[in-house]
């Protein structure tokens, strides 16, 4: 029976029996706190200390307003200082009961992130950041299914279900529009479950459609597929989910066709391609001085700027560098070494004197055809020269081109570029402080999207990155770190970082993850969705568009294929 005054004598309210029925489980009063340090909830009787955990969602119901944060601590209280130093003989269970909740309870730090005006009526404001606290005396809740929603959105084109926050089955997104606005970092120790976050990441953005990925794949694990040594499977790759949509490209092609893996294109990068600030880039990984890394200037423009290299490693003798090196003024020892040290190429298969095709042309042919592009390493991903080497060319070359681009279209002369990531791994070696300034990738970080290209940078040692371009990650997804300082330059700038600190130092070592920035309203620890199994590659396959891989035995149209038809389809044979 609906309509008449409750046994408390009070008319219902619909909407607040509603709001109340969404509300999660009680877990107690607000009793102490600060908006810097966050706010202290005593935990009733009835809920046990274990079983609320860091990371946790809580939302807090105040007189006008409802507050919604994550737990950052849990610690023990006592109402008499005396219970620690003589504690009671609780052997009896029913004086442990009694001293529970009462004379000793459980209390837990809340950080308040975010306002929620109450329900009033049919009406809701969307979250804003919180500029105040709950009162004395407010309820605390965990947080439910609707107010995560409420939060981080649902599941759709813009919202990509990442994971579920901890100890809940709650489904929580990230909004992928802002997302690939800036660049994003994804952090954590060898073994975390980066790989796994980074693809999750990669298939959110294909599906959303509105950029496209360039990946420099240095293990070879985002392609095809790889083994998994960890739960002694095959995990599937970006091609295998979505064949019509990723193209692969491989440095290696013996790897590829042992591993079984089909190539799209087989890179071959030529002398001409190689310029002085690839050597300038490879000055760490080549042990290379200043002054012998500055000395492929002077050849470049002794010899021009497609004939330096070849020309130079065309010498042979030591007189005939040291001639060399008095006609270009450098240093005869430096010229020495940088000749040495550039020899070290020549045992890279994928350099040659001269290629047919240019390799950052073919990938932003497929780009704009709007696939996403897969470079494989093979066995040349466990060389850091050659990662950095064709790296940083095919970036520097691919950017040019989008700057061109994009210059054209603000004169009206063409269309904008699609937006592009490129994700590269070991981060740090691009991005140190001593060469940042000097790299393509840190100069793509700094402009913040200005040509359609931002990055997305995987690295265990986020501390070796220059602080700067940290600064410029939009967002971050960051594993477990154990290192000090890597947890210093994960969350250096970032409202609440000491007590995300605590957060992420108690991270599992494997598929938990801190997320902040720009893609989320606020800092969350998730449990990450599945990867690997038969359905979430199911789940993982079909789109929010309703676009579905095709099937294992379906076939893919070819670019000669498709060059055919639509050639057919333009002048039939009928005239």
Same mark, same amino acid.
């Given at each position: ?26 877990? =107690?009063?607000? %009793?102490? =706190?600060?908006?810097?340090? +966050? ?29 919604? =944060?994550?737990? @950052? ?13 003589? $504690? ?30 109450? %329900? ?6 969307? $979250? ?20 995560? *929603? ?34 994003? +970092? ?58 019509? &949509? ?29 310029? $002085? ?12 001085? *200043? ?8 050849? &470049? ?71 996403? %592009?897969?470079?494989?390493? +093979? ?32 004169? +009206? ?61 939009? @967002? ?15 969350? *250096? ?59 294992? =035995? ?17 002048? $039939?044979?009928?005239?």
């Amino acid at each position: 029976m609906t309509g008449g005054p409750n046994q408390n004598g009070d008319t219902p309210n619909p909407a607040a029996d509603a709001d109340l029925d969404s509300q999660g489980a009680a877990l =107690g009063l607000v %009793v102490d =706190g600060s908006l810097s340090q +966050g706010v202290e909830v005593r935990l009733d009787p009835a809920t046990s200390v274990e079983e609320v955990k860091v990371g946790a969602f809580v939302t807090i119901r105040g007189d006008n307003n409802n507050f919604f =944060g994550v737990v @950052t601590d849990v610690s023990l209280g006592t109402t008499d200082p005396r219970l620690k130093h003589t $504690p009671p003989q609780v052997d009896n269970p029913f004086i442990a009961q009694v001293m529970s909740g009462t004379v000793a309870y459980g209390t837990i730090s809340v950080l308040p992130n975010l306002i929620m005006p109450a %329900v009033m009526g049919d009406s809701h404001e969307g $979250p804003s950041a919180a500029k105040t606290i709950p009162p004395h005396f407010s309820r605390a809740y965990v947080a439910s299914q609707r107010d995560v *929603e409420a939060v981080f959105g649902q599941e759709d084109q813009r919202h990509f279900w990442i994971g579920s926050p901890l100890d809940m089955e709650h489904k929580l997104c990230i909004d992928l529009d802002e997302m690939v606005k800036r660049s994003i +970092g994804v952090f954590g120790k060898s073994g975390t479950g980066k790989t796994f976050l980074t693809r999750l990441l990669l298939i959110g953005i294909l599906q959303q459609g509105q950029a496209s990925s360039l990946i420099f794949d240095m293990h070879s694990e985002y392609g095809w597929g790889a083994a998994d040594p960890e739960n002694r499977r095959f995990a599937k790759g970006l091609k295998q989910l979505f064949p019509a &949509q990723v193209s692969t490209f491989t440095l290696d092609e013996e790897s590829s066709k042992r591993r079984q893996s089909p190539s799209d294109e087989v890179v071959r990068i030529g002398y001409g391609e190689i310029e $002085p600030e690839d050597v300038e880039m490879l000055r760490e990984t080549l042990n290379l001085s *200043e002054v012998a890394a500055s000395a492929a200037f002077n050849l &470049q423009q002794k010899f021009g700027q497609r004939e330096w290299m070849s020309k130079f490693m065309a010498l042979e003798g030591r007189d005939s560098i040291f001639e060399l090196a008095n006609d270009i003024q450098v240093q005869p020892n430096a010229l020495g070494s940088l000749y040495n040290r550039l020899s070290r190429l020549k045992r890279f298969d994928f350099l040659v004197e001269s290629t047919r095709h240019d390799a950052a042309n073919r990938v932003i042919e497929h780009l704009d055809q709007g696939r996403h %592009v897969v470079l494989e390493f +093979g066995k040349y991903g466990r060389d850091l020269t050659a990662y950095m080497l064709v790296s940083n060319l095919l970036t520097r070359r691919i950017h040019n081109k989008y700057i061109d681009r994009k210059e054209e279209a603000e004169g +009206g002369q063409g269309r904008e570029p699609r937006p592009l990531v490129i994700v590269i791994e070991e981060a740090h070696k691009f991005l140190s402080p001593s060469v940042a300034s000097h790299t393509i990738f840190g100069t793509i970080a700094r402009e913040l999207r200005k040509y359609n290209v931002t990055l997305m940078v995987i690295d265990q040692r986020p501390s070796g990155i220059d602080s700067e371009v940290m600064s410029q990650v939009g @967002t971050r997804l960051t594993c477990l770190l154990d290192n000090e300082r890597d947890i210093e330059a994960v969350l *250096e700038g970032t409202p609440g970082s000491r007590q995300l600190r605590t957060v992420l130092a108690r991270l599992e070592p494997k598929q938990q993850a801190l997320i902040f920035g720009h893609a989320l309203p606020m800092p969350v620890v998730i449990h990450t969705r599945e990867y690997g199994s038969t359905d979430s590659y199911e789940q993982l396959s079909r789109s929010a568009a309703g676009w579905t891989a095709p099937s294992p =035995g379906e076939t893919i149209e070819t670019q000669g294929e498709r060059l055919e038809r639509e050639i057919s389809e333009l002048f $039939p044979e009928d005239g």
